[in-house]
């Protein structure tokens, strides 16, 4: 096991002034999150962030600029290491195509890992939408540029 876990997270705000929002089921936890997910080894944090858009949204897109990087101490829910996350404003380079729910959590399936997306309005979006730290410190920092 490696003490660190890079995570990198994309935040994508449409033209309706909502950003995509992840609802996921894994190891039998509900977590709703950024999209996005671990650096695979070798792998840049640019090139990681644009795999995972791709695996998760189909979605092509451009990093517009870095967010925020994670601070402070965070272990991760799912294992003994420490959780270095790395956000950045994006937009996608294709129409966004993904089927959204406006229901958290409907997965439509038992399978796991379970995933679908929504959007949330950033005028109603709250920390507390979020199950992590970080995301919920991330929210709180975006809430505050706007």
């Keep these: 096991m490696y ?7 994309g935040l994508l705000i449409n033209e309706n002034q909502e950003i995509l929002v992840s609802d996921e089921q894994e190891y039998g936890m509900q977590f709703t999150k950024f999209p996005g997910g671990g650096l695979e080894y070798g792998e840049g944090i640019i090139d990681g962030l ?15 600029n870095h967010f925020y990087t994670t601070d402070f101490f965070v272990k991760s829910a799912f294992n003994e290491s420490q959780i270095i996350s790395v956000y950045y404003v994006v937009q996608n380079k294709t129409p966004f195509e993904l089927a959204v729910k406006t229901t958290p959590f409907d997965f439509g399936s038992d399978v796991e890992p379970m995933q679908t997306f929504r959007w949330i309005q950033l005028s109603e979006m709250k920390a507390g939408d979020f199950t992590f730290p970080i995301d919920q410190h991330v929210a709180k920092l975006l809430l505050q540029s706007l």
């Excluded at 003490?3 to 997270?9: A, D, E, I, S």
């Excluded at 858009?53 to 979605?59: A, D, K, M, R, V």
């Design 3 to 9: 003490p660190f876990n890079v995570r990198v997270y």
């Design 50 to 64: 644009k795999r995972e858009f791709i695996e998760e949204c189909s979605l092509d897109i451009d990093i517009i």
